[in-house]
């Protein structure tokens, strides 16, 4: 399973945008990117996931360039509500992000 | 539709003793996972099954059983509890068609 690296926090301000990046030298050829988020005392929850290029929804985007070495997750305008642990995974996009490996993620303060 | 439930909230325990902590999904997944989180780290995958009747061990599964009899119910059992086991214990659930994995609200435990 590739191991990712990523920022152990990051500061941020409301409406700013914010980018996190997650490096994953040894991801394998099948390998999806996923990243969750998770607040206090909640469960991690699905963020969003991608192969290559650009992913959009309606919360983040999703770059991934083309050695797909590292990744980059965009939060948009963010607000204090933003403040949670960000995740970063790669492993099989076709086990439904099963079996993955959840490093100690990114923690993301959002300041008024 | 409920997700993933998780019971109990909180546990107490004292050393040797013995417990199961439950989970159950509605969504008709393959897959579950249990995961444990200590504080300020990342989730470490326990135990898992593809499917009902089909277990296996996970990154910590020393300590631990579970066994997969339906669908919806991947229970977690503790053989003889230890301070090392205090933990906020995770359940997830996932289709193999899917791309996320769906976490249950947790259980914190504390052995003393």
């Known amino acids: 399973l590739a191991k990712t690296t990523q920022p152990i926090s990051m500061d941020s301000y409301e409406g700013q945008e914010v980018n996190i990046t997650c490096s994953h030298n040894?991801?394998?050829?099948?390998?999806?990117i996923t990243w969750y988020q998770q607040f206090p005392s909640q469960g991690p929850r699905f963020i969003i996931q991608?192969?290559?290029t650009k992913v959009t929804n309606e919360v983040a985007s999703l770059f991934i360039p083309a050695d797909r070495k590292s990744s980059t997750l965009s939060l948009p305008r963010v607000s204090l509500s933003d403040t949670a642990v960000y995740y970063c995974?790669?492993?099989?996009?076709?086990?439904?992000?099963?079996?993955?490996?959840f490093g100690a993620g990114t923690r993301l303060f959002v300041k008024a | 539709n409920a997700g993933v439930t998780q019971t109990p909230k909180f546990q107490v325990l004292k050393t040797g003793q013995s417990m199961t902590l439950q989970c159950a999904q509605d969504?008709?997944?393959?897959?579950m996972s249990w995961y444990r989180q200590d504080p300020g780290m990342g989730l470490r995958l326990i135990h898992y099954?593809?499917?009902?009747?089909?277990?296996d061990q996970g990154e910590v599964p020393n300590g631990y059983n579970v066994s997969r009899s339906t669908t919806e119910d991947f229970p977690l059992r503790l053989l003889s509890a230890a301070p090392s086991q205090t933990s906020v214990y995770f359940c997830?659930?996932?289709?193999?068609?899917?791309?996320?994995?769906?976490f249950g609200p947790g259980t914190r435990l504390t052995v003393t």
């Open positions: 997830a659930s996932s289709s193999p068609y899917g791309d996320e994995q769906y």
């Open positions: 040894n991801i394998a050829t099948n390998d999806y």
């Open positions: 991608g192969y290559k």
């Open positions: 995974l790669v492993g099989d996009g076709n086990t439904g992000g099963f079996k993955t490996i």
């Open positions: 969504m008709n997944h393959e897959y």
């Open positions: 099954s593809v499917g009902a009747g089909i277990t």
